[in-house]
Every structure is written in structure tokens, then in C-alpha cells.
């Protein structure tokens, strides 16, 4: 395993810890012998770091591991690289992270079962893919072919569109309270939740707004459709449409949650308790001892902040119930939502 | 305290509770002697029981407890009642609830402390507001005026509208997936909040879209105006641009939760843990322990299942240190998102 980066100190830091087993001199030293190489770089640097590792020759094929696709292609594909060399190329996206970063944190079991997308083109030269193909499974993950296009889509549906709505929403609200002189009413858990990822990071989704953009343009092309039929079916009043619709989004929520657990049947259980130091606590421990996972939890406290409630997402047959019956032993009322 | 209601289990229920002192025999009889008559019903059948009471006669301020207000003033007016009449109405709107519904369930305290907006008109009778006041704060409220379509504008923002988002984003992504022989990228905790409340009661929702239709329709008017920014922005690869809007997003967010809240600024800590039952327990319960109130949680687990991170909001000066000591402690890493 050899290591290239621009940090002197990270990279005899990686030596220590044994992440990798020789410092490189400069990026043609890196691939010195190397049969694969990933390009670990901010989204905007992928094209350029990429390019220089194709360029540089050898046999070695090159993968990122960006959140785009799309963007990554098109930037190589103007870099006047020979075909040859283009074909070692492809595309990748690990969907796994820590919550924190630099080798310091390094972890040798990060990619473990994680889905692991990989992008080839018409393009691509087998070889090379079967070889990162086996690179990226011995890393533990799961590795997964998909269209450079329906994976920049998919991208934008679950995660970038999201990040949009979050930010637009709190802004409007935020506007129209100060017009009006309000504070935020403390009507429920919808505006929380939704508003929950408003403002990460501008310097990293600013990069990834722009290097997915044509998806995310596409995407919120597909929503604001479908905002222009509620706002048809609240015009003409038509109860029986809208309320199919809000059934049709139930289905679809609870056929998606099931689908990214993969492990049966998921059931919301909500329970009534005091706000208090400890309470979450309380019931998470008596919950995990019952031996139930929880596998989402959100808490709504009261307008009093002293009463509120937690909501439990729990899997696997006969878990509702048992929660409810953990609930009650402490004295509190619980019911399946 | 007089209760009418078309169940005589619960008015008989009722009465042992000591949640009412007289059971009426009917609408009229329930307002003999009665200084403030609250309609509790669906939004849809509000008018039509407010009518009635305000039509029978006597000098009771009637109100109600729906959550949009400017539906039940407009049918009101076209019930052809008396200005007299009409001037003992005001709307009104608790900022409270709970997990359980029925008279088995009811809580002296429901109330303590929360807001409860009441909507008086230019045609409001001024001793009537007043007494309409005075009973709402013995309940332990918090009793503000506002204008009605104020109210209803910044419950279709902070409420309706992230419903509306969460129905249409579960949607879009089901078919996305579908149509792609996909199953969902488990990529971060962005649709999952933001679609949490997806599919949510659909009768009840259906009729809170209909009644509040107008607002509804402004803030979704508002959002695309959003939207269609945003794609610009994109369009025109303006990177500042982007930036500074997520920027602003971000500032907007921190101000609405700590208006929220209004006991200090908050905190979010991010904490690196394994995914397994008890785990939640064990981190709230050191922090509970450490006298930190947690204000707000997410859990976000790793593609593999068997790790994650654990979202914590937390309120008032150098909790976020203290938390983090904590966790820490624990063997686990935490940082300040």
C-alpha cells in the first residue's frame, strides 16, 4: 500500500500507524508498481488528480470515490487522455464515512458491508474493472454496478434534494417569522426534521451542488410537478385527491425504510413520557435489555418542555409489542403510531 | 364545567373522571349558564357546531381548537348570523396535545405553558376576547392574538409545508427507485428526517391541507420561487452564489432553535458509536447523569448496521464540552458538528 498526499506529517503519520506500508515522493512515484489507485480528493480536484494518474502511465486502474459520477467523466473526457489510458478509469462512490476525519481516525473495517457503487462506461476496459471489482471487496464492501447517470439521479433524489429543501424551508420560515413579529410555534416535529441538515457545511455542499447540478436541476424540476398538483388539488378541493395521495406517500415511505434495513417489517411505537435528564435513557436501556434494536428514534417534547414524546422505530416481528410492554412496566403509555 | 358530545360513554366517563361536572342532553343545554363554550371537533365540522352554539342564544364567547383559523371565520360569515352573534366568536388554536386521545387519557396540566393563539376580528366583542382570555390563561396557557390568516400562513409554513415536501420527496424517490431496479442508498440521514413525517394520518391530513388550502397554496408559491433560484444558481454554475445561500440557511436554522427553545444557544455533538441494542442507553444515561438536557436526537447509522453516530442537541453554556467529556469517557470520539 502505497500512500501520496500533500501532508508530510499525515503521511509519516500513516507509516506509523501501518495504514500504509511506503510514502511516495510525488504523484508518478505513488504509481510506481501500483495495480490500483484511488484519487481521494474533494470533488472539484477529482479531474485533475485523476487525469495526472492515467497520464502518468503504467497499468494501474484509477477510481475516485466522490459522491458525483457524472461531472468526473465529463471532465476526463476533456482532458484529451489516449482511449487506452481512459479505460482504466472508473468511477466509484463508497457510501460509508466516519464522523470524523485524517489518519488519525483511520479504521480498517470502514468499508465493511457498505454498498459500494462503481461506474463503468462503454468504454471501460474489463480487466481493469474485474480488478478493482475484487480491490473494493476485499475492502469488505459491497460493490455495486450502476450508471454514472441513475447514479448522479439517485444521489440527488435522497441526498442533495433533501439538502435543498432543508436550507429553502428554514429560510422562508425564518423570513416570514420576523415579518410577522413571531417566534417559531412549537406545532410538531415536521419542521425540525425537515429542517435538520439547513446549512451543513456550505464549502463541501456547495462543491457537491455544483458537481451534480444537471440531476439536482432535474430533480427539483420532478418536485416542483408534483407541488403544482397539490397546489391543483387544494384548489379544486378535492378531498378524495389529495387524501390518495397522502396514502400513496405512506406506502412509499414505509416500502423505502424497510428496503434500506432489509431486515422485516419496521414499526413506529410512540411513547408518552416527562422531559427529563435521563429519560431517554431510561427507556432505551430497558428497551435494549428486551433485546429490540432500535433502528430510528426521534423525540417531540411538549410546548411545556416538560412532557413530551419519543418515538421509537423498531424491527423484526412481535417488537412493537414489546416495547409497549417495556413502556408500561416504567409506568408510561406507549402505542404503536 | 358542562360536557356535550355525541358518546355517552365518554360524557358518563367524563363525569367520574371529574373532568366535567354536568353531562348536557344536548347543544342547547350544554350552554344554559355557560360563560365560554369550546367546539372541539374536525376542522371540517367546526363551523357548523360554532354556529349552532352562537345561534342558541345566551352571551357565551365561543371558540375552537382547530388548527386553521381563517376557514372556520369564512364559514361563519356566510352562516348568516347576527353581528351580535358573530361578535361572541373567537378562534382559537392550543399549541398542545398529547400521544393519546379520549376522556381516559385527559391531564389536568395539558396546557401549562403552552401557547395557545386566539384570532380576534376588527368584529370581536371586546368583553367576550377578554373572558375568552382569562379562562384560557387559568388553564395554564399562554394566550397570544394573532391575525387569522397570519396564523394560518405560519402553520402551513412550519407545519403543512414540510408535510407537503415529506409526502412528495418519499414519492419521488419510490418511483426513482423502482423504476431503476434500485433499493435505497443508505447515504445519510437527510431523507430520513426529511421524510419522517411522510404519509402521516391521511384523513386528518387532508382535511388540515383543505381547511388551510390558501396558505398552502402561498407557501408552496413561495418555495418554487425557491426552487427555481436554486436552479438558476446551478444553471449558472455560480458557486459564491450557492454558498452564500447555504450560508444563510445555516444561520437561519441556529436562530429558529434557539428562538424555539429560548434558554441559550445550542449545540450539536456528533458521537461515533457502535450500532447495537443499549447503546442509545448507555450515552444517554452518562449524559443525563452529567445534568445535560438533551433538546434534540438523531441517530444515524453506518451503511454496515453495525456502527454509527449519534446526534445530540444540547442547551446552555459548555454543555457541548461537558457531553463530549462524556462520551469520552465511554471510549467512544464525539466532536462539535
Not at 388539488?233 to 425504510?257: C, K, V
Amino acid at each position: 500500500m502505497v500512500g501520496g498526499g500533500s501532508s508530510e506529517r499525515s503521511l509519516q503519520r500513516a507509516l506509523e500507524l501501518g495504514a500504509i506500508d511506503r510514502a511516495a515522493e510525488g504523484p508518478e512515484d505513488a504509481l510506481d508498481g501500483v495495480d490500483v489507485c484511488f484519487v481521494c480528493a474533494p470533488v472539484s480536484a477529482v479531474v485533475e488528480s485523476a487525469a495526472a494518474a492515467l497520464a502518468s502511465g503504467g497499468d494501474a486502474v484509477v477510481s475516485d470515490v466522490g459522491s458525483t459520477k457524472c461531472s468526473v467523466l465529463e471532465g476526463l473526457a476533456e482532458r484529451g487522455l489516449s482511449v487506452e489510458d481512459r479505460s482504466r478509469f472508473v468511477g466509484g462512490h463508497p457510501l460509508a464515512g466516519a464522523e470524523t476525519a485524517g489518519v488519525d481516525h483511520a479504521s480498517a473495517d470502514l468499508f465493511q458491508d457498505a454498498r459500494w457503487y462503481l461506474t463503468p462506461t462503454e468504454s471501460t476496459s474489463g480487466v481493469h474493472y474485474d480488478r478493482l471489482y475484487r480491490t473494493v471487496s476485499a475492502l469488505g464492501a459491497r460493490p455495486a454496478a450502476i450508471g454514472a447517470s441513475i447514479h448522479d439521479r439517485l444521489m440527488a433524489t435522497v441526498s442533495h434534494l433533501p439538502h435543498v429543501l432543508a436550507n429553502a424551508l428554514v429560510s422562508q420560515a425564518a423570513h416570514e417569522l420576523v415579518e410577522e413579529s413571531q417566534t417559531l410555534p412549537a406545532t410538531g416535529p415536521s419542521f425540525r426534521d425537515a429542517t435538520r441538515v439547513a446549512g451543513a457545511n456550505p464549502p463541501l455542499w456547495r462543491d457537491i451542488f455544483l458537481a451534480n447540478r444537471d440531476a439536482i436541476d432535474g430533480e427539483i424540476e420532478t418536485l416542483v410537478a408534483s407541488l403544482r398538483k397539490v397546489q391543483e388539488d387544494l384548489r379544486a378541493g378535492d378531498a378524495d385527491a389529495i387524501e390518495r395521495s397522502i396514502e400513496r406517500s405512506r406506502a412509499d415511505r414505509r416500502r423505502l425504510l424497510e428496503s434500506e434495513l432489509a431486515g422485516g417489517a419496521v414499526s413506529e411505537v410512540r411513547a408518552a413520557v416527562p422531559n427529563r435528564p435521563g429519560i431517554v435513557a431510561q427507556l432505551a436501556l430497558a428497551v435494549g435489555e428486551a433485546g429490540v434494536n432500535i433502528v430510528d428514534m426521534a423525540l417531540y417534547p411538549a410546548p411545556d418542555m416538560r412532557s413530551g414524546a419519543i418515538a421509537l422505530w423498531v424491527q423484526g416481528d412481535g417488537s412493537a409489542e414489546r416495547v409497549i410492554g417495556v413502556v408500561e412496566a416504567l409506568g408510561f403509555r406507549a402505542h404503536v403510531a
